[in-house]
């Protein structure tokens, strides 16, 4: 019978620092989103605060539980689906915010600030993945 493969150290770090951004970021959005947009320069827009508020909801439910959950697994199985999907999410939230910037489609600032956030989570969860058991 095979042995379940135990988490790389990296991938312990990586879900720890993920839970306190997904945490942090997400109780912003989710209570004050029009403040929180405000410190990086996005307009105040009160038609999409509700939506703003179910993003943050995401954040915490799934970046912040998923985490939490990765954080504690025993094993790379319990993990493997989650670094995958995190890696696809995050990957196509920097193109985002990378091309957002790029064509100044709101505030350089706030797209630039997101998209490092985005990319340095990525490498977080791609050294993660290369660092697996096989």
Same mark, same amino acid.
């Given at each position: ?29 989710? %209570?004050?989103?029009? @403040?929180?947009?405000?410190? #990086?320069?996005?307009? /105040?827009?009160?038609? &999409?605060?509700?939506?703003? +508020? !179910? ?6 439910? %799934?970046?912040?539980? @998923?985490?939490?959950?990765? #954080?504690?697994?025993? /094993?790379?199985?319990? &993990?493997?689906?989650?670094? +995958? !999907? ?49």
């Amino acid at each position: 019978m095979d042995q379940p493969q135990s988490l790389p150290t990296i991938a312990r770090v990586t879900f720890i620092v993920h839970l306190v951004v997904a945490v942090v970021i997400g109780l912003l959005l989710l %209570f004050i989103p029009a @403040t929180f947009g405000g410190w #990086f320069g996005y307009p /105040s827009c009160p038609g &999409v605060e509700p939506q703003l +508020r !179910g993003f943050g909801a995401m954040m915490v439910g %799934f970046g912040g539980l @998923t985490s939490l959950y990765g #954080f504690l697994a025993k /094993s790379w199985e319990r &993990v493997d689906y989650i670094v +995958r !999907g995190e890696i696809t999410y995050l990957a196509l939230s920097t193109i985002v915010f990378v091309v957002s910037a790029i064509t100044a489609s709101g505030p350089v600032v706030g797209n630039v600030i997101f998209a490092v956030v985005s990319a340095v989570l990525l490498a977080l969860f791609v050294a993660t993945w290369l660092a697996r058991p096989k």
